[in-house]
């Protein structure tokens, strides 16, 4: 089955740890994206990355780093600079010739103690 | 600066009734608006989408309504069920001529109670 798979599900670390949060596509979509969602808030855009060896900043940037070393994958970590690092983020993708589509995983609920 | 605000924050329908969620936007070179289902836990599903050259598009008991001049478009659900309670999105993007990023904007949701 083709589709985004997000791991973990959920994800508990210490203040002060950095957190990697894996997204892995076997859709070929160009570009992924990273969101995160915190209540009454809707999705805000973190990084997107259009090809491999590219990526730009979205609306949230600090705080997050991410890596687009292959096709299929595009890592997001949560560094000890993130201020309020709770939250669910979730990762998306799209094809290139689909237009604007992008499809989402099942997320991943990180919470920081 | 939220260019996408959706209204209302949460809609309580009954069985069978009508559920209406709408969306204003701010930036007129956006000229893709979809419509993302959410159920918890989960992610966001696209649900209906629809470009600014047609007012109405409709897909089974769901139907987007566009007013361009506006700068509005809307979500509504015929003969809501239980199973549509969810959290639903709007959103836009914009395609530059030379290709875009497809950023989506997104608003920030309508809690959609169903009761039986």
């Known amino acids: 089955d083709g589709g985004i798979t997000q791991s973990p599900k959920y994800l508990f670390r210490k203040e002060g740890q950095n957190v990697t949060l894996s997204c892995e596509q076997n859709?070929?979509?160009?570009?992924m994206y990273w969101y995160r969602q915190d209540p009454g808030q809707g999705l805000r855009l973190i990084y997107y990355s259009q090809i491999v060896n590219d990526f730009q900043k979205g609306d949230i940037a600090e705080g997050y780093s991410v890596s687009r070393e292959k096709k299929e994958s595009f890592p997001l970590t949560v560094t000890s600079a993130q201020k309020n690092p709770t939250a669910f983020y979730l990762c998306?993708?799209?094809?290139?010739?689909?237009?604007?589509?992008?499809?989402f995983g099942p997320g991943t609920r990180l919470t920081v103690l | 600066q939220q260019q996408v605000k959706q209204s209302p924050q949460s809609l309580i329908v009954q069985k069978g009734g009508i559920s209406i969620i709408n969306c204003a936007y701010e930036n007129t070179a956006f000229d893709y608006f979809p419509w993302y289902q959410q159920f918890p836990g989960k992610g966001p599903a696209l649900l209906i989408a629809?470009?600014?050259?047609?007012s109405e598009k409709k897909e089974g008991r769901f139907t987007i309504s566009f007013n361009k001049s506006a700068k509005q478009f809307s979500l509504h659900i015929m003969d809501s069920q239980p199973g549509d309670s969810a959290t639903y999105f709007c959103?836009?993007?914009?395609?530059?001529?030379?290709?875009?990023?497809?950023?989506?904007?997104f608003g920030k949701g309508t809690l959609l109670t169903v009761n039986p």
């Open positions: 859709l070929n979509h160009d570009a």
């Open positions: 629809i470009r600014p050259d047609v």
């Open positions: 959103a836009a993007s914009r395609v530059s001529s030379g290709g875009s990023n497809y950023k989506l904007t």
């Open positions: 998306a993708s799209r094809l290139r010739t689909r237009g604007n589509e992008q499809f």
